[in-house]
């Protein structure tokens, strides 16, 4: 069965922590994706890699970085949390050159206090 | 760019039909896929369409224009585990991968 993890579930930070969330997936996929999940604003993506030690800038990337050091993991990274990046984050994994379906982590709350 | 327009919210009763449409303006044109989200859970596939016509899918079927940048979304049958909202989305081809970008998604409220 196909599974892509998200560390937490919840967290809830200080404005101007750091903070790392993480995604795993065991599908062997070159794509992985961030997506931030806002009410009325849908999901935007903020990063995407297409393999290990490479990324790509989405949509709205301020604010985020990303590291892919393994090919099974994908992380974001938010340098110095700000109250405008409390958001439900989605982690997704697709095949690479395949126009096909996003496998989906059950998401990370987060908020930042 | 990409634009995806879809309602925000559509009530309906058990056991009826609800269509749920999505306009799309986007620079190339790589098909289209419907995902559905229940509340607090992950998006999951439901459909993808790359040619126009409709594609059945037992109780869900989706269609597509590619001329009217068009798709809509047709749930038949409607049951209360139906209730969930439901995401429009286009990919954009990009170096060796793709992207999707979503519409805001409509959230179906199916009523006994």
């Known amino acids: 069965d196909v599974k892509v993890t998200q560390s937490s579930r919840y967290l809830v930070k200080r404005t101007g922590e750091k903070v790392f969330l993480e995604c795993v997936q065991d599908?062997?996929?070159?794509?992985m994706f961030w997506y931030r999940q806002d009410p009325g604003l849908g999901l935007r993506l903020i990063y995407f890699?297409?393999?290990?030690?490479?990324?790509e800038k989405g949509d709205i990337p301020e604010g985020y970085s990303v590291s892919r050091e393994k090919k099974e993991r994908f992380s974001l990274i938010l340098e110095s949390a700000s109250t405008n990046q409390t958001s439900m984050y989605l982690c997704?994994?697709?095949?690479?050159?395949?126009?096909?379906?996003?496998?989906f982590g059950e998401g990370s709350r987060l908020t930042v206090l | 760019g990409q634009n995806i327009d879809q309602p925000t919210e559509m009530t309906a009763t058990e056991g009826a039909i609800v269509q749920i449409n999505c306009t799309y303006q986007?620079?190339?044109?790589?098909?289209l896929f419907w995902y559905q989200q229940h509340a607090g859970e992950a998006p999951t596939f439901l459909s993808y369409?790359?040619?126009?016509g409709l594609e059945e899918k037992g109780r869900f079927s989706s269609f597509l224009s590619r001329s009217k940048g068009y798709s809509y979304l047709l749930l038949k049958e409607l049951q209360m585990k139906d209730s969930a909202s439901y995401l429009c989305?286009?990919?954009?081809?990009?170096?060796?991968?793709?992207?999707?970008?979503f519409g805001g998604g409509t959230r179906v409220l199916v009523k006994p």
């Open positions: 997704a994994s697709s095949l690479k050159g395949f126009i096909g379906e996003l496998f």
């Open positions: 599908m062997d996929h070159e794509n």
């Open positions: 890699s297409y393999d290990v030690k490479m990324k």
């Open positions: 986007t620079s190339g044109f790589n098909g």
């Open positions: 369409n790359v040619l126009d």
């Open positions: 989305a286009v990919p954009l081809l990009v170096a060796a991968g793709n992207k999707l970008t």
